[in-house]
């Protein structure tokens, strides 16, 4: 599945983005943070993962717009034991200040 954002977006393959996903499904509870981290670091993927109050997962992305999509698509799905019924994807300003991919485990 190619993420639909590329296609219409004005971002390049090779363009540094950063997007804001919120997660929402069964997806506490089914190890969603420590495969999201897994994969972002898979794709080179720097920022944060977090629960939510509200059962939902919320997450903050950062790398080429090649190496999002992969991340962005695999949270559609997500670990086997998580149901996914929808994600929202906002553009953020890129900032390059995330070194890493982290679990936050301050609910926000």
Known sequence: MIFELSKNS??????LISVK???K?????????????????????????R???D???EALL?????NVNHVVEWSKIGPENAKV????????????KYGDFLIQHDEA
């Open 10 to 15: 004005r971002h390049g393959d090779n363009d």
């Open 21 to 23: 996903l919120i997660i």
């Open 25 to 49: 499904g069964k997806v506490q509870g089914v190890y969603f943070r420590a495969n999201m981290q897994k994969v972002a670091k898979q794709n080179s993927v720097v920022g944060w993962v």
């Open 51 to 53: 629960n939510l109050p």
């Open 55 to 57: 059962g939902n997962v």
């Open 62 to 66: 950062e790398g080429y717009q090649a």
């Open 85 to 96: 019924n929808d994600v929202t994807v906002d553009f953020k300003e890129y900032t390059g």
